[in-house]
């Protein structure tokens, strides 16, 4: 900095980076071009906010978004451990905690056995069970195709069934997506999503803790 006489002006400190930044809030280089730590501009992700630019609610929704996704994770890998006939049993479960029938004794029962023809589980939709949705759950760790959609959707027609639901730990591959499509009464459910309405329906969890979240009430405020 040049030796100046008389009092210190602002466009004297302006010649110190630091100065600069606290001045314009911006970051500012040294006359090698280089960034103080203390003025360092911060890299962020476009598009995305960072942990201090959230509000509260948005870091306890993204934190609970967290908290679920390995929850389902964790919960899938535990499905995995089932023998075929428990998890037979746990899709049953599921579907009657969803709403099919009224409850696993009156609704829903595991087939399980050997001469089943392709079907594993039935879910009754009405107390007399005049009409069932048919379930068949494959354990597997590769990816269902197409071939299986058929053979299930041939299981149907010699249950005289109108509704279907394939349910796997694994997944579905684009083939049999379409061809689910195309025969138009099958539901497939790959291992994400089957993790995802365990947890929604609270089947195979427990509640830990549960948080009041609160906010002002401003229709109190404005009517006093």
Do not use: C
């Not at 992700?45 to 509260?56: A, I, K, L, M, Y």
């Not at 899938?76 to 451990?81: D, I, P």
Request: charged letters at 20%; glycine letters at 10%; hydrophobic letters at 35%.
């Amino acid at each position: 900095m040049k030796q100046k006489s008389g009092k210190i002006v602002t466009s004297d400190l302006d010649e110190y980076p630091e100065f600069l930044a606290f001045r314009t809030g911006k970051p500012q280089p040294d006359s090698q071009g280089v960034y103080s730590n203390d003025t360092a501009p911060q890299q962020t992700d476009p598009g995305h906010s960072t942990v201090q630019e959230q509000s509260p609610d948005e870091q306890l929704d993204a934190l609970y978004a967290t908290l679920s996704a390995t929850l389902a994770d964790e919960l899938l890998s535990q499905v995995r451990t089932l023998t075929p006939q428990q998890f037979e049993v746990l899709v049953v479960r599921l579907l009657v905690a969803m709403g099919y029938g009224g409850s696993v004794s009156d609704a829903g029962e595991a087939l399980g056995r050997s001469g089943d023809n392709g079907i594993d589980g039935v879910v009754k939709q009405d107390p007399l069970g005049l009409d069932k949705v048919y379930v068949q759950a494959k354990q597997w760790a590769s990816n269902v195709g197409s071939q299986e959609v058929r053979k299930f959707s041939g299981s149907l027609t010699y249950h005289s069934a109108t509704k279907g639901v394939l349910i796997t730990t694994a997944g579905f591959s684009s083939s049999a997506t379409d061809t689910a499509r195309q025969i138009g009464n099958i539901i497939l459910i790959g291992g994400e999503r089957l993790a995802q309405l365990m947890v929604q329906y609270d089947v195979g969890v427990v509640t830990r803790s549960t948080y009041a979240v609160k906010k002002i009430d401003s229709d109190l405020f404005e009517g006093i």
